[in-house]
């Protein structure tokens, strides 16, 4: 069974597992726990990230975001960060959502449906009309992950190489 969980204390070591074999920046994605260790983690960064979840210890300028991770059975095989509303940096670059499945698990269609779970999870969560989704041009894969979710393209800049989508909210 597939299904997305809130980064919680109960699951911190498959967490920080997970979160070991996900560069520290691929596609667009950082992920700023791949260096660090596992009692770092589990003592300062994970009660930092189910803080900001709640808009509780958020640097400056700053917006509440949460992290999912996606669940097959007992593993985990990829994780969504949610951003519950856009400030103006991430209207530019970011949008609401960002994702990046385990390299193992890549093309056999977690990242599609772990993005459909969490749209349905989020949907009535933000202000905007639309959830803002970006991913690089050269990303082929991903820019199809949120096509098949029915994102529709809004624009493209060479100068950066991004791709930006947006998504009809349906409530």
Request: with cysteine; net charge negative.
């Amino acid at each position: 069974m597939i299904y997305l969980k809130l980064a919680n204390l109960e699951d911190a070591k498959a967490e920080y597992e997970a979160l070991q074999k996900i560069p520290a920046a691929e596609n667009g994605l950082n992920n700023e726990y791949a260096d660090m260790s596992e009692t770092e983690f589990a003592e300062q960064a994970l009660p930092k990230m189910i803080a900001n979840s709640r808009g509780e210890d958020l640097p400056e300028g700053y917006v509440p975001f949460s992290v999912y991770f996606l669940w097959d059975d007992d593993k985990i095989v990829g994780l969504f960060h949610f951003r519950h509303h856009l400030c103006d940096s991430l209207k530019k670059h970011g949008g609401h959502i960002g994702y990046a499945t385990i390299k193992e698990y890549r093309g056999k269609g977690y990242a599609s449906k772990g993005l459909k779970l969490l749209l349905d999870e989020v949907r009535d969560k933000i202000p905007e009309d639309e959830f803002w989704l970006d991913a690089r041009k050269d990303n082929i894969a991903s820019q199809k992950v949120m096509l098949s979710n029915g994102a529709y393209k809004v624009d493209e800049y060479e100068m950066d190489g991004i791709q930006y989508v947006r998504m009809r909210i349906k409530k």
